[in-house]
């Protein structure tokens, strides 16, 4: 899964691909180093991001799903005008990062089209997550608000075969949860549902290696090799030609094809 931001600020890209054009051709660029999904997001959820307006956020995505049709589509939004637009112009995946807690409704429009979707943890809202995050386990606390959250979204008549579960790194997580989180990982596997993993250029890898957001490619290769050899299947990253030859070269390690 490759990630298209058509925003001013996000944390890495902010500001690279705010023009149409330029996310458009981004993307292409994308699936032709090998992306099955683009991910398609106009507001940072980075800590502390300024919140927009569905309509702004609307302006920023729809020419850029349009001009990438022939492509699969996965909507990163947590709003339901912009989820319902975005599935009309094609996307087939709404990645919701507030799991349907912001905007219930979007479990509607997900159940009503007929896409799938994807359920991620974080702890609160994006303001406030960094402040002191705290766990009993938090593997096991991850697990259960997934559980919780594929429940409602079942409920709302969204099949689970449509399901997929992301622990959410980086979202109200120390660098110890992030860690934890990866090295456990088989456990939200085990909730046999396919795990979404994003850890491409986080600040944990920051943490850990001292490099600046452009520089912090070898930690997120690290980690999504991990992931993959703990059962996750779809790999979000904005460094879609390395990470895709580094996870094949993985696979075929691990005799997987
Ligand atoms: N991470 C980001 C955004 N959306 N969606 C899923 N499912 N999993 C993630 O880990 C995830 C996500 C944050 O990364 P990015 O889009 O690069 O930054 P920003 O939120 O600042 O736009």
Partial sequence: MGVVNVTPDSFSDGGEFLDPEAAIAHGTQLVAEGAHILDIGGESTRPGAQPVTAAEELSRVMPVIEGLADAEISIDTTKVEVARRAVAAGASIVNDV?????????????????????????????????????????????????????????????????????????????????????????????????????????????????????????????????ALERGARIFRVHDVAEVAEALMVAGATLGRT
């Avoid at 709302?156 to 934890?180: C, M, Q, S, Y």
Wanted: overall charge negative; aromatic content about 6%; glycine content about 8%.
């Fill in 98 to 226: 507030s799991a349907f807690r912001f905007e219930p409704e979007i479990a509607e429009v997900v159940a009503e089209v007929g896409v799938h979707c994807c359920l991620m943890h974080m702890l609160g809202e994006p303001r406030t997550m960094q402040d002191d995050p705290r766990y009993d386990d938090v593997v096991a606390d991850v697990k259960a608000f997934l559980e919780e959250r594929m429940a409602f979204a079942v409920a709302a008549g969204v099949p689970e075969e449509r399901i997929w579960l992301d622990p959410g790194v980086g979202f109200g997580k120390t660098l110890e949860h992030n860690l934890e989180l990866l090295r456990r990982l088989d456990e939200i596997v085990a909730l046999g549902r396919p795990v979404v993993i994003g850890t491409s250029r986080k600040s944990f890898l920051g943490k850990l290696t001292g490099r600046p957001e452009r520089e912090r490619l070898p930690g997120t290769i690290a980690t999504n090799v991990v």
